[in-house]
């Protein structure tokens, strides 16, 4: 069966650091690209980062840009990612994401709380 299970949120102050993971099973994961997407209460669901199938390439959005690094372990069926700096408005579900050329999956969300 096809699973995305994402892990690592958590409470943390401003300025303070947490490393997202999100571990893929059942389904060719070396052949989809990745990304982390994050939803506020009430509001849409925007990208944060995302990552080709070889890894070689990466995007993020301006709002976390020299803050977050996304990184994927294809042998390990895992994708990574590193906040840093983090800021009140990086509150939200944090979602994984994999699409291939046909199917498109997602995780369940792990939360992220940024408050003093």
């Known amino acids: 069966q096809v699973q995305l299970v994402e892990s690592g949120g958590g409470l943390v102050q401003p300025g303070g650091s947490l490393r997202l993971s999100c571990a893929a099973f059942g389904f060719t994961f070396s052949m989809y690209t990745l990304s982390w997407y994050r939803q506020a209460p009430g509001k849409e669901r925007e990208l944060v980062a995302t990552?080709?199938?070889?890894?070689?390439?990466?995007n993020y959005a301006d709002t976390v840009k020299g803050r977050v690094t996304i990184t994927r372990d294809n042998a390990k069926y895992t994708m990574l990612q590193q906040m840093n700096s983090l800021i009140p408005e990086d509150t939200a579900v944090y979602y994984c994401k994999a699409a291939g050329c046909v199917r498109v999956y997602w995780g369940q969300g792990t939360q992220v709380t940024v408050s003093s």
């Open positions: 990552i080709t199938s070889t890894g070689g390439t990466t």
